[in-house]
C-alpha cells in the first residue's frame, strides 16, 4: 500500500509560480515512476509530468513544457512540481500518483486526494 499526499495548491495570479509536493509513504518501489495529473472542471484528467525513479528520465505534456518541472529522485522523499508562468489555464486540481511511467491515468495505481490551483487573470 502506499499512500500519498499533495501539498502546496493555493490562489495566484496570472504569471505566478507554485511549487506543488507529492510525499509518499508506506511500500514505495524505487522501479515504480510518479506522475502528475490535473483536473478541471468539466474536463478530463489531464496528464502533466511523469518521472520514473530508476533512471530519472522524465515526460512532459507539450501543454506545460518549459513552464513546469518535476523533480525527485527516490519514492521516499517529496516529489515537487514547480509550475511558473501561470495562467487561468491552468487552473485545475493536481493530482500526484504512483504506477507505471504513463500517459494514461489507469496505469497508475495509488494517488493522493489532490491540491486546488487557481489563477486569476
Known amino acids: 500500500q502506499v499512500t500519498l499526499k499533495e501539498s502546496g495548491g493555493g490562489l495566484v495570479q496570472a504569471g505566478d509560480s507554485l511549487r506543488l509536493a507529492c510525499a509518499a509513504s508506506g511500500r514505495t518501489s524505487p522501479t515504480n515512476s510518479m506522475g502528475w495529473f490535473r483536473q478541471a472542471p468539466g474536463k478530463e484528467r489531464e496528464f502533466i509530468a511523469a518521472?520514473?525513479?530508476?533512471?530519472?528520465?522524465?515526460d512532459y505534456a507539450n501543454s506545460v513544457k518549459g513552464r513546469f518541472a518535476i523533480s525527485g529522485i527516490y519514492a521516499k522523499k517529496p516529489v515537487y512540481l514547480q509550475l511558473n508562468i501561470l495562467t487561468p489555464d491552468d487552473t485545475a486540481v493536481y493530482y500526484c500518483?504512483?504506477?507505471?511511467?504513463?500517459?494514461?491515468?489507469?496505469?497508475?495505481?495509488?494517488w493522493g486526494q489532490g491540491t486546488q490551483v487557481t489563477v486569476s487573470s
Open positions: 500518483a504512483s504506477g507505471l511511467i504513463s500517459r494514461r491515468w489507469d496505469d497508475y495505481t495509488y
Open positions: 518521472r520514473r525513479w530508476s533512471d530519472g528520465s522524465t
